[in-house]
């Protein structure tokens, strides 16, 4: 069966350091991995994806994310934390059957402090 | 235009009501989602529709009926709901239902039901 884990349940770091939000995942065939940010009372919007290709993918708002076949994981970074990336990050990985389901982890709250 | 939009933002029922919920996108997606979200959990799938047609329903309660009734609308029926179904609700779309596209999430309906 499919699973993300994200193990933090929230993550603080002061504006101007880099943060990184943890995703592990366990899939059977090929991994198709997301990440997703969610401002209070709002939509998720889409950040980015690995599908395949070049282990570092880069997304909107300067994140990155590093896929890592050995270690199933899927970390988002950023070199330089604004207090606006303030939100609740998801990391999601698409089921290997072709039924569009999207399976999310239980979501990470990143706290960027001035 | 990336945009999916869901009418209305806030929606107070009592549960003897009926409402509806709708959702409209005019990307040329051809798969739509709905998803339930508590707060500060992960969305929950609740219906996938592919090419129109019903393709996923992940055992959710009747009083809980969707419809598609073309390509860019999706609408949620509610009736005779419970206070516990209060939460955000989530519509999405998608290119298709392959594994490899993003969801492209609206800003959600959040629902009290009373």
Not at chain 1, 54 to 79: I, R
Not at chain 2, 8 to 32: D, F, I, W, Y
Request: aromatic share 10%; with cysteine; glycine share 6%.
């Amino acid at each position: 069966a499919q699973s993300v884990a994200q193990p933090e349940d929230q993550v603080n770091v002061a504006e101007g350091n880099p943060l990184t939000v943890k995703c592990t995942y366990s899939v059977s065939g090929n991994p198709y991995l997301f990440w997703y940010v969610q401002y209070p009372n709002r939509g998720l919007q889409f950040l980015l994806k690995y599908i395949t290709g070049d282990n570092l993918v880069k997304g909107s708002y300067g994140f990155e994310a590093e896929f890592n076949k050995s270690q199933t994981s899927f970390h988002l970074k950023k070199p330089s934390a604004l207090v606006s990336d303030s939100a609740l990050y998801f990391c999601a990985v698409r089921a290997s059957s072709n039924t569009g389901k999207l399976i999310f982890g239980q979501g990470t709250t990143l706290q960027v402090k001035p | 235009d990336t945009e999916v939009t869901q009418t209305p933002k806030h929606l107070v029922m009592g549960m003897t009501n009926k409402k509806s919920l709708k959702c409209e996108q005019h990307m040329g997606h051809r798969a739509m989602y709905w998803y339930k979200q508590k707060a500060k959990k992960p969305p929950e799938l609740m219906f996938v529709y592919s090419y129109e047609k019903l393709s996923i329903n992940e055992s959710v309660p009747s009083r809980f009926s969707p419809e598609c009734p073309n390509s860019s609308l999706l609408n949620l029926h509610l009736h005779a709901l419970q206070p516990e179904d209060s939460a955000l609700y989530l519509c999405a779309s998608s290119q298709d239902r392959g594994n490899t596209g993003e969801l492209f999430f609206g800003e959600g309906s959040r629902l009290t039901v009373l």
